[in-house]
């Protein structure tokens, strides 16, 4: 496939970045209106902003992803589709935390996985294999596989939600995972899945517009649902639908996240704090706390928030890449996702042992 045929890109692919875009500026322009139920206000231990800003971005991602259904061909647009019909108990259940401050953490995870289940029947995809022989006896089991599919998802959904702390940070990582599974995807000729990752790209860039660097908006809980959620489906779609694609492709192309949440549930057991409780010691807190705040402590407070995002998209993109080249091995792959593990923890203690200002 000439690289010709994926640049010629229809204009109107872009329009679900101006629909997302424009509903995040008039959120933010009327927070006066609603800021009662949707400002996120700056008092707790994950809050490093500093004015109460609106947490309903998501609203503004799922509005764009209808008129992405909406302008993309029948067969891009009918999968798209179905993954919005998916989407809506994990984006229902962040939306009304974001709202309401009372849906807890159990209940979101549980509403990602009945979204993952819905994915399944919707679609009839589940992972049947993850190349680990033990496991793929068990999957071979349907009743097995969609339980298992419906786990991982709502891991990867609610990996976006850990890491959605910063300006720009969860929009950032979310686009370059797209970027890498779709980039796979056209290595392999499944141009539906480059489509599809293209639009969800472009729906999330809209909504950085307003995001990142000022935060004028924040994602919330209900679009770090609903665009994990995009993002898992993505990663079971790509290998279920492309043999030659490994699982662990998947999983190396969004490590960052997925590390994070492993290694932050490692980290809570050992310390005995509690897996839903809100914690400031993920890796996206310390770099504000030690290395931010020590190189750029003359910048406004809004700009030293902003300046974690592009450190931490390029811890993303150093532990996706292998993925472009090593798409089709799942041993490598599996080494590959090990050693990002053990860069990460290195890299955590590193900056952990930095004295703060």
């Known amino acids: ?10 204009p109107m692919m872009f329009y679900p970045s101006m629909v997302s875009a424009g509903i995040s500026w008039a959120i933010a322009s009327t927070k006066h209106l609603h800021g009662k139920y949707t400002l996120d206000h700056h008092e707790g231990v994950q809050k490093f902003h500093a004015l109460p800003t609106p947490r309903i971005g998501g609203l503004a991602l799922f ?43 159990r209940e979101r995870l549980l509403a990602t996985m009945v979204s993952g289940a819905l994915a399944c029947m919707l679609t009839g995809v589940h992972l049947d294999h993850v190349d680990v022989p033990f496991f793929d006896r068990l999957l071979s089991v349907v ?7 419906s ?11 850990i890491i959605d702390g910063f300006n720009g940070l969860a929009g950032g990582v979310l686009m370059i ?27 999330v860039a809209g909504f950085l517009l307003l995001n990142f660097p000022y935060g ?18 993505i990663a079971v779609l790509l ?65 030293r928030n902003a300046l974690v995002s592009p450190l931490c998209w390029l811890v ?25 593990f053990l860069f990460y923890v290195f890299m955590y203690y590193l900056i952990s042992s930095l004295k703060a200002r």
């Not at 496939?1 to 229809?10: E, G, N, P």
């Not at 009743?143 to 599919?149: H, I, K, L, P, R």
Request: hydrophobic share 55%; net charge positive.
């Open 1 to 10: 496939m000439q690289l010709a045929s994926l640049l010629a890109v229809d």
């Open 63 to 105: 509005l764009a992803l209808i008129a992405a259904h909406m302008i993309a061909g029948s067969s891009t647009g009918g999968l798209l589709g179905l993954m919005i019909l998916a989407s809506i108990p994990a984006f229902a259940a962040g939306i009304l935390e974001d709202m309401t401050r009372k849906v807890g953490v």
């Open 143 to 149: 009743v097995v596989a969609v339980v298992f599919t």
């Open 151 to 161: 786990f991982a998802v709502g891991g990867v959904a609610n990996s976006i939600n």
């Open 177 to 203: 995972c797209f970027g890498m599974l779709g980039t796979i995807a056209w290595q392999v000729g499944d141009i539906q899945l480059v489509n599809l990752c293209l639009l969800l790209a472009v729906a």
């Open 216 to 233: 004028k908006i924040f994602m919330g809980d209900g679009g770090a649902y609903l665009m994990g959620f995009m993002l898992a489906w």
């Open 239 to 303: 290998p279920m639908r492309n043999p030659s694609v490994s699982p662990w492709a998947s999983i190396v192309a969004c490590s960052y996240p997925i590390i994070e949440t492993i290694y932050s549930m490692i980290r809570r057991t050992i310390t005995r704090a509690g897996s839903g409780n809100p914690d400031s010691a993920h890796l996206h807190s310390l770099i504000k706390v030690k290395l931010i705040r020590r190189y750029f402590s003359h910048q406004p407070q809004q700009v």
């Open 316 to 340: 993303t993109m150093l532990l996706a890449i292998p993925a472009l080249y090593l798409y089709r091995n799942s041993a490598q792959l599996m080494l590959v996702f090990a050693g990002g």
